[in-house]
């Protein structure tokens, strides 16, 4: 069956959260969720949208998903970062995930921006070795740092 891409719209929030969860359930992580359609729909479109996204999709099915937004570092300028990259499990090594990251590299290209950033779990063997083909530079001199929004609250 055919892959196709396309820009993501409002009418596909409910399967874009889907595979959400469904990655969120792969990285053992589904109490961390917190999003939402709603909010998803509020943070992603109108005016003031904060993130785009790629979908992949076989006949009407959507199967993945690429989504990403505008960052920016004061060493490098503006940065394309891509929050997620989902394929659902019944279409993973199947090209899927190539297509995607290949349109995303695209979109980096277009917006112009001088780097492409994103991060993946150091368990995700499938992960790290699928980015390793496309030549990704890996840090291990570089720590993540967050703070929930619970945290946020209490500061």
Not at 44 to 55: M, P, Q, R, T, V
């Amino acid at each position: 069956m055919e892959i196709s891409l396309r820009k993501g719209n409002e009418k596909d929030i409910k399967a874009v959260f889907a595979l959400i969860k469904e990655l969120a359930i792969y990285e053992e992580s589904l109490h961390e969720l917190e999003n939402s359609e709603e909010e998803m729909l509020k943070d992603g479109f109108g005016e003031n949208s904060i993130y785009k996204f790629i979908i992949a999709e076989s006949g009407n099915e959507i199967i993945g998903l690429a989504l990403y937004y505008i960052a920016y570092s004061t060493w490098k300028g503006r940065c394309l970062y891509l929050e997620d990259l989902v394929v659902t499990e019944s279409w993973r090594g199947k090209g899927v995930g190539k297509k995607l990251f290949d349109r995303v590299v695209e979109i980096t290209k277009e917006e112009n921006t001088n780097r492409l950033m994103w991060q993946v779990l150091e368990w995700n063997q499938p992960a790290i070795n699928f980015y390793k083909k496309n030549g990704t530079k890996f840090f291990d001199n570089w720590i993540n740092c967050r703070l929930t929004k619970k945290q946020l609250d209490e500061f």
